[in-house]
């Protein structure tokens, strides 16, 4: 009896054993991975009036004010629809230059926020604005608004990520963000406008959470400018070719008086980099993805962001014109494209 228990005890604690080994592997779930690109399939058929959110995100029509934000450059506020989405409201000059960055990016398969246009909102229980004032009449009626999906990312965490210190950096879909940083006229890349988040299924999205600096001029203060149909399209897109790398323009530098400030004249200074020494192969490899998009669908986006018809045409000829330019580079230092 006693060799019977001895076997039935050694069976039970090497089974206890095994269990406290086995369990923590098997409370790990695999996690996705962490990605920064998404294939979106066959370009032609992408939506960009209804963009990253489509038209069955779209806001609802009642909106409730919920608080006004004091972050950032641009009045915002937060508003809920009557399904219960909360949405972020930005307005100013970033509204259609933010609105129009975003569907052409997604486009191209990168991660951005879902944003809509609205030439006009009426806001149910708004007080005076402490900014974005002049944006409003009769007590209750916005124009010119942006809104920004709340809460859609998958995710209850989202943190910033660094151009200069990733897990993408050196690849191609990173490099090809970069491009599209360029192609935008993305003057104000700073690491606080990058946001990773957690998705549901446990992996990662690294993405660009402020696109509102974008189709106007780059440059410093004075000279820089965002939603300038004219400014963009009259700037310089490829700075230099080489063999094997393509530069693109990108000027952020502040006056020299700025020089003071070190902290923000080296954050700015460096920005200038980002779009420095990107592999021809890559900037190609982007430009033949854009290229599957019609010239209509490059006047969704902007006709989406509110801009006139005069204004469209301009930022599509334009927009067409740089991703010739990207499809044209051929690594003897030159784009086929001249003037870009």
Request: contains cysteine.
């Amino acid at each position: 009896m006693k060799k019977g228990y001895r076997r039935v005890g050694g069976r039970a604690l090497f089974t206890v054993l095994t269990l406290c080994v086995a369990l923590p592997s098997l409370a790990q779930t695999p996690r996705s991975p962490v990605v920064i690109w998404q294939e979106r399939g066959d370009a032609s058929a992408l939506d960009l009036v209804g963009g990253p959110g489509g038209k069955a995100h779209e806001p609802g029509n009642v909106l409730q004010f919920i608080e006004e934000s004091d972050s950032g450059t641009s009045p915002k506020f937060e508003v809920e629809d009557e399904h219960g989405v909360r949405w972020k409201v930005k307005l100013g000059e970033e509204a259609k230059s933010e609105t129009a960055a975003t569907r052409l990016l997604w486009a191209a398969g990168y991660v951005v926020d879902e944003d809509y246009y609205r030439p006009q909102i009426r806001v149910l229980g708004l007080p005076r604005l402490a900014r974005g004032q002049e944006f409003v009449s009769g007590g209750d009626i916005v124009t010119g608004a942006r809104l920004e999906r709340q809460g859609g990312g998958g995710g209850e965490e989202a943190t910033t990520w660094s151009w200069y210190d990733n897990p993408f950096v050196g690849t191609r879909e990173f490099n090809g963000l970069k491009v599209m940083m360029a192609l935008v006229n993305n003057w104000d890349l700073k690491d606080v406008n990058n946001r990773v988040s957690d998705t549901a299924d446990g992996g990662g999205q690294y993405g660009i959470t402020d696109l509102g600096a974008t189709f106007g001029r780059t440059g410093n203060i004075i000279t820089r400018s965002k939603s300038v149909s004219t400014d963009y399209a009259e700037t310089k897109f490829i700075a230099r070719v080489t063999a094997t790398h393509v530069d693109f323009v990108m000027q952020s530098r502040p006056f020299f008086p700025f020089v003071l400030h070190l902290p923000s004249y080296r954050e700015r200074t460096r920005m200038q980099d980002i779009v420095k020494r990107i592999p021809i192969a890559d900037a190609r490899w982007l430009g033949d993805r854009l290229g599957r998009l019609s010239l209509e669908q490059i006047r969704d986006c902007f006709r989406a962001s509110g801009f006139s018809p005069d204004e469209i045409e301009i930022y599509a000829q334009a927009v067409m014109h740089r991703i010739g330019a990207l499809k044209g580079l051929n690594g003897q230092g030159h784009s086929q494209l001249r003037g870009v």
